[in-house]
């Protein structure tokens, strides 16, 4: 996503030029740049680095975090407990928050945990039935549905 500024129609066209395969698109005050495969990907963004333009980068699927809550702790539960807790059982926690009713923010007993992928010899979260001494179960994380 590449920011809308003077001069912005000669970057485009060096990229047009330089990346025929990728595809260029506006949207509002930015501009939408898709590569064709992830060599020219980060060519583009070395180039828009290179080139002092402000941008920023979507990560692609694939090196997004895993999103998963766990349920059954109490909603005092201490965010830090929980995050030091599954580190010690082994699994790569980059992230924990607790998740909040919609309208009042009144803090719920579920709490969202980000997990790396891909790491070796980690085990599966799924398999949690654990975690700061209490049973709980493990599901996959679904977003709120409506305008964020």
Aim: positive net charge.
């Amino acid at each position: 996503m590449l920011r809308m500024n003077e001069g912005y129609n000669l970057v485009l066209q060096y990229l047009n030029r330089k990346f025929p395969t990728a595809t260029q698109k506006h949207t509002g005050e930015w501009f939408k740049i898709l590569a064709a495969n992830t060599d020219d990907h980060r060519d583009i963004t070395n180039l828009l680095k290179e080139m002092n333009q402000e941008f920023y980068s979507i990560p692609p699927l694939s090196d997004r975090p895993l999103k998963v809550v766990i349920k059954g702790l109490p909603a005092s539960t201490d965010i830090k407990d929980i995050k030091s807790d599954l580190t010690n059982q082994g699994f790569p926690v980059i992230k924990v928050a607790q998740l909040t009713q919609r309208q009042s923010k009144y803090p719920l007993p579920i709490f969202m945990v980000e997990i790396r992928k891909h790491v070796p010899d980690a085990p599966d979260f799924f398999d949690l039935s654990k975690c700061c001494y209490l049973s709980v179960t493990v599901d996959s994380f679904r977003k709120r549905p409506g305008a964020t």
